[in-house]
């Protein structure tokens, strides 16, 4: 576990840089992290963010990229133009919330 | 994180037409582009069937010469049997939120990977582009396919 801090915050990540505790994450820390990843975030990543997080407060798991594809209202092709670096992991650790478990 | 250098790009073979022998190269793509890797996948001999038109949806578990399916062989060749344990192994899988094989096909696609059928078994079948599936990029030999997999790994399954 490492902290760093963002928007003035000291937040508590894991190794591969997911929020231990997603009740610390700000929507001004995603913009922070996306800008450290040279993403800038369009309406169409807060759909994807939004989503995740949402999934993730009702379920306690955050969606596969089957589930982003078929609920969140963004295609699996558009998914993977606005998250490069694979979708579902890049979309949970700008979300604050931890890596999808699933293999799919 | 591990300090070893990561991999970043992968291509895969799927050489088998039973369910079991294409799942798992369907899932090791599909999990090669969400970690962000580049994926290339390459249908050889009756891994065909795969992303071939009319027989992605018939895909089946071989229930024969099998040993791990632990039922004795002549009951596995009993009519039907097959079909049964497809039947309950796409209701496992449904339930984990793994695809059916032609949604994953179309899924993989969109992610970006590349699919292409081997020339060599295109021909001693018999089949020719319009046999398969649209997604598939191209029918191509196996020098191409050293060439798409140069600087990344090849897993054969």
Not at chain 1, 14 to 35: H, I, K, V, Y
Not at chain 1, 64 to 73: C, E
Not at chain 2, 102 to 131: N, Q
Request: proline content about 5%; some cysteine.
């Amino acid at each position: 576990m490492t902290t760093m801090t963002m928007s003035g915050t000291e937040v508590r990540l894991n190794a591969e840089g997911f929020f231990e505790d997603p009740s610390q994450w700000t929507r001004e820390m995603a913009t922070e992290m996306a800008t450290a990843d040279g993403l800038t975030l369009s309406d169409k990543h807060w759909q994807v963010i939004d989503f995740m997080r949402r999934e993730f407060l009702e379920k306690g798991t955050g969606p596969t990229v089957r589930v982003l594809g078929k609920a969140s209202g963004v295609s699996i092709k558009e998914l993977y133009q606005l998250f490069p670096t694979g979708p579902a992991k890049t979309a949970a650790r700008l979300a604050g919330i931890p890596k999808p478990k699933g293999c799919i | 994180m591990n300090t070893q250098e990561k991999i970043t790009k992968v291509s895969i073979i799927i050489s088998k037409g039973s369910l079991e022998g294409i799942y798992p190269g369907l899932i090791m793509a599909n999990g090669a582009r969400a970690e962000g890797m580049e994926a290339n996948l390459f249908f050889t001999f009756f891994g065909l069937d795969a992303i071939h038109r009319s027989r992605i949806d018939r895909i089946k578990v071989a229930t024969v010469g099998n040993p791990a399916m632990h039922m004795p062989t002549l009951i596995g060749t009993l009519p039907g049997m097959s079909a049964l344990a497809t039947r309950m192994m796409n209701k496992k899988m449904e339930a984990l939120d793994i695809p059916p094989i032609r949604e994953f096909i179309e899924m993989i696609a969109d992610t970006g990977a590349g699919l292409y059928a081997c020339k060599a078994s295109v021909d001693m079948f018999g089949l020719a582009a319009d046999d398969f599936v649209p997604q598939v990029k191209d029918t191509i030999t196996v020098g191409d396919f050293y060439d798409l997999a140069a600087g990344g790994q090849i897993i054969f399954t």
